[in-house]
């Protein structure tokens, strides 16, 4: 439902009051959220994953991902070395082995990196 199309100073003062009356956006549901972690917890270590599901996305601010940085600095820390290098599993499809991506977790973690 949309409001009535006016002019002049009430058509401010009818958006505002339509967007008063939206119903707010539900929370993401929390099943979906540990199901979303739990994935890449779950996945062997010769399993592939995706940047999507890898790094935060702006498009979806309330899933966590297991790096917390973006896309672009995902692929800088790739160019520079300093992260290992994705899979090209087919022309349209590049992924990161899930084992390669859990060692650099882990040697961030140490310290050793």
Avoid at 82 to 110: C, E, H, Y
């Amino acid at each position: 439902m949309s409001p009535d199309i006016k002019h002049g100073k009430n058509a401010l003062k009818a958006t505002a009051v339509w967007q008063t009356h939206q119903k707010p956006k539900q929370p993401t549901p929390l099943g979906v959220l540990a199901k979303t972690v739990s994935v890449f917890d779950t996945l062997p270590d010769s399993a592939f994953i995706r940047e999507s599901q890898l790094v935060q996305s702006p498009k979806r601010p309330g899933i966590p991902a297991p790096l917390p940085f973006s896309a672009p600095t995902l692929w800088r820390k790739v160019k520079a070395g300093t992260f290992p290098q994705p899979v090209k599993l087919s022309q349209r499809v590049t992924a990161w082995n899930i084992g390669a991506v859990r060692a650099w977790m882990a040697a961030q973690t140490d310290g050793t990196v």
